[in-house]
């Protein structure tokens, strides 16, 4: 069965740094992996879909990476911004089953403070 | 349309009573699917619609609830006999089908009182 793990839980960071967050898979046999963001009291927000063809997805100050061999996904936010500030979420389906559900991780609460 | 839309927006309703919750797919997803959010809690599937084919209703925490998606376009979630429980933002998503970046609503948050 398919777990997602994400570190740290929680990251409080002064404007401007670069930062990455982790996002792990117990089984790699995936076709894709898709980041999303969550801002408090709303719905998610795609940020970025990596498929499992890909190693990397690029979006303007965000960059995620996937190693599909060591289970492991990281989302790199470059010269972090207040307005970065919420909650991100990794999902990946759940393994060879082609087409069925996204199993999504516990997320990460990112604070950019001013 | 241009998004997942979902209503109501809000809904209060009294412990005991139905409800029904309404998804509105992307035009041309073929995928449907309904996650619930209890507060702070992680993402629960629930159910999930492909074209077609039967339902994955794995998800689904009880025979309290339950899906339809009618001419493979609008879903809609009933839950019966609500519980304080039940109390959560229910989320829907839709896609192409397998391979292809979900889009979520921007969901329901029930209230049961």
């Known amino acids: 069965k398919q777990e997602v793990t994400q570190i740290p839980a929680a990251l409080s960071v002064p404007e401007g740094e670069n930062l990455v967050l982790n996002c792990s898979f117990t089984?790699?046999?995936?076709?894709?992996l898709q980041w999303f963001r969550q801002d408090p009291g709303k719905g998610l927000t795609s940020l970025l879909l990596i498929q499992s063809s890909q190693r990397e997805q690029t979006s303007g100050r965000l960059n995620a990476s996937l190693d599909k061999s060591s289970g492991r996904s990281t989302l790199y936010i470059a010269a972090s911004q207040p307005g970065d500030s919420a909650t991100y979420l990794c999902a990946a389906p759940p393994g060879a089953e082609y087409g069925n559900k996204l199993v999504f991780g516990a997320g990460t609460i990112l604070r950019v403070k001013s | 349309g241009a998004g997942v839309s979902q209503s109501p927006s809000n809904k209060v309703t009294e412990k005991g009573k139905d409800v029904e919750l309404r998804c509105d797919p992307i035009s041309g997803h073929t995928a449907l699917y309904w996650y619930r959010q209890s507060l702070g809690q992680g993402l629960e599937f629930l159910i999930y619609?492909?074209?077609?084919?039967?339902?994955?209703k794995s998800g689904l925490p009880s025979d309290r609830f339950s899906a339809e998606r009618t001419g493979g376009s609008v879903s809609t979630l009933t839950i019966q006999r609500t519980q304080q429980e039940d109390s959560a933002v229910y989320l829907c998503?839709?896609?192409f089908g397998g391979g292809y970046g979900y889009t979520f609503g921007s969901g329901t948050r029930l209230t049961v009182v």
């Open positions: 998503a839709s896609s």
């Open positions: 089984d790699s046999a995936i076709y894709n």
């Open positions: 619609f492909q074209g077609n084919s039967a339902p994955d």
